[in-house]
């Protein structure tokens, strides 16, 4: 997507920082996907409502896990039939909503049972599982094991009798874990799915794979097999519907997958400096723009524009280099590792002026970008149809301020 900027006036219209989407992308992601029976976005990895408007044509559906994200997704026109509200604890804004607009919730804990039980027995409903294992990238978005807050142990055993005591309607079993291209540890999910349908004895309508399907951040990553992954599941799920005796739907809730390769953030250099040996590179752009870096020590390849140049520099020389943002904060280095500690990048040599490129930033971007220092929220950019759209405007100080008036 990286041969747009030649069409893009960075200098002018579109000056750094800025999110920038090519949807192109999101639809062949989407498409990779078509053999689940139900694809059903994460929409906290990319939560533009011009980008859900889209997803929804190609027949996708949404999962929702605040108030804001329900009310995003109905505005995008999305049916509350295809909408699943998934939590371990709810507000009563949240609860009132759901109730209202009969939104199926996808249930993390006892105590949400019973909240959603005294007002709305026969609620339909999915159970999100701990099977007592878990998997991720970083110890902070392990979803599953002891550790984690998220689902409901595996063996509790007052889970069956609160679902019969308010008559709820079991839609579906949930066990959202992760395990991107370890395949072995995607044969425990899908085992830990059979077992918990043998455990639980009773008729569903549906299993969700969860999310947690990568996407190569370096080159030396390994790019996740679509077909094995699915026949996996699809293995289980022929197994699930033996057992119950009537075919099961098999739903996938891709996030990042789908949206963050799709994805840039452009940035321009601001001041470089020596400091001792070492060279820092000072951004337009911080962490409360792009956080990944700084929370999970998460690694985006950096590319070089040099100014008034609409391509990317391949040169061959480069330096060791630090890059850093513009907040008043140690820790805005987005060259980290995930302990804290400067990581040096090796980059083509910049001056004030160039702009640097983060990649595959379509995902846990934009939607986990703060005010932090008052900074303002920057603008999304989307290339559709062969033309670049301005979906979310930069914000204003009016803007900023508004709330505390």
Known sequence: MYNFFKNINLNKKYSGP????????????????????????????CSNINILKLIKKYNVQIDSVSYGELNRAI???????????????????????????????????????????????????????????????????NTGGENSKHGIWYNDKSLYGIIKKYNFKLCGIHIHIGSGVDYKHL????????????????????????????????????????KNYFNLWNNIRNKISNYLGKKITLEIEPGRFLTAESGILVTQVKSVKFIKNKYFVLIDAGFNDLLRPVMYGSYHKISVIKKKISYINKSTFRVPTIVGGPLCESGDIFTQNSNGK???????????????????????????SSNYN??????????????FKIIRKKQNIKDLLKLEN
């Open 342 to 368: 400067i990581k040096i990048r090796f980059l083509p040599k910049v001056s004030p002026g160039d702009y640097l490129i983060f990649h595959n930033t379509g995902a846990y971007g934009s939607s986990m």
């Open 374 to 387: 008052s900074r303002l929220l920057i603008p999304e950019i989307l290339f559709y149809k062969n033309k």
């Open 187 to 226: 044969k425990n999910v899908c085992y830990a799915m059979m077992n918990q349908i043998l455990y639980i004895n009773k008729s569903i309508k549906s299993i969700s794979a969860g999310g947690g399907l990568s996407i190569p951040y370096k080159k030396k990553d390994r790019i996740i097999n679509i």
């Open 18 to 45: 800025f999110w920038l989407y090519n949807f192109n992308i999101i639809k062949k992601k989407i498409l990779k996907l078509k053999k689940f029976d139900i694809i059903r976005f994460a929409q906290k990895s």
């Open 75 to 141: 505005n995008s026109g999305f049916n509350r039939k295809n909408i699943i509200f998934t939590s371990d604890i709810i507000d009563y804004d949240t609860l009132k909503k759901i109730v209202k607009l009969k939104i199926t919730v996808n249930i993390g804990s006892i105590d949400m049972l019973h909240q959603l039980g005294k007002i709305s027995p026969k609620h339909k409903i999915w159970i999100r599982i701990n099977p007592g294992f878990g998997h991720g990238h970083n110890e902070k978005t």
